[in-house]
């Protein structure tokens, strides 16, 4: 086949010209720039969630100048960190007078003056055996001690389970001939060992 051939030369299509592709989106909004603007920048304090669209040389530009806290003193600036360690979340003072804070008190929870009746906090033993002030027994507790032989400064969980071990075993109905005393002492310890243990004292 002969290359200019006329059947050859009225089969070939002329090609048209391609249109020039240009990138698609917002321009760059770094003045004078006609960049795409493909990368976003905060527009700053007060306007989180809203951004520029800037190139990438001029994003790199806005990011090495960008400061958050620009126009704030050095005490503002640690307000703001401190208030951050729990989210700028509001605090509020409890029924005892404490102000409740996450992150506030030994090992970031409440403190050492929360209530921890069911002993969740190992610290709260120590704390206690180091002569931390405790609430007043009620009159209850009270009698339920006094049935074990105990006062109120006895009033710490290894001393009543010690005594109640020794109680149990010396007014058992074994240990006593059946006699029915020692049985019904024995129901009377064992009622003030449940009572103090619900309590938190045992």
């Known amino acids: 086949m002969k290359l200019d051939s006329k059947y050859f030369d009225s089969i070939r299509s002329k090609r048209a ?3 020039e592709v240009r990138a698609t989106g917002p321009l760059c909004q770094w003045r004078g720039c006609a960049a795409a603007g493909s990368h976003r920048a905060p527009m700053g304090r007060g306007r989180e969630g809203k951004y520029f669209m800037l190139c990438l040389d001029h994003v790199r530009q806005f990011n090495a100048s960008y400061n958050y806290f620009q126009g704030w003193s050095t005490a503002e600036v640690e307000a703001f ?86 109680l149990v075993k010396r007014h058992h109905p074994d240990a006593n001939g059946g006699d029915k005393r020692s049985e019904n002492r024995l129901r009377e310890i064992i009622q003030a060992y449940n009572y103090l243990k619900q309590a938190g004292l045992a």
């Open 17 to 19: 010209a391609e249109p």
């Open 81 to 166: 960190q401190k208030d951050a360690a729990i989210g700028h979340r509001p605090t509020w003072t409890t029924a005892n007078g404490e102000r409740m804070r996450a992150g506030a008190g030994n090992n970031g929870v409440f403190g050492h003056q929360a209530s921890d009746p069911h002993g969740v906090f190992p610290w709260r033993d120590r704390t206690e055996e180091a002569g931390e002030r405790r609430r007043r027994l009620r009159p209850l507790e009270l009698k339920s001690l006094e049935a074990l032989d105990l006062t109120e400064k006895d009033a710490d969980k290894v001393t009543v389970k010690a005594r109640f071990k020794v």
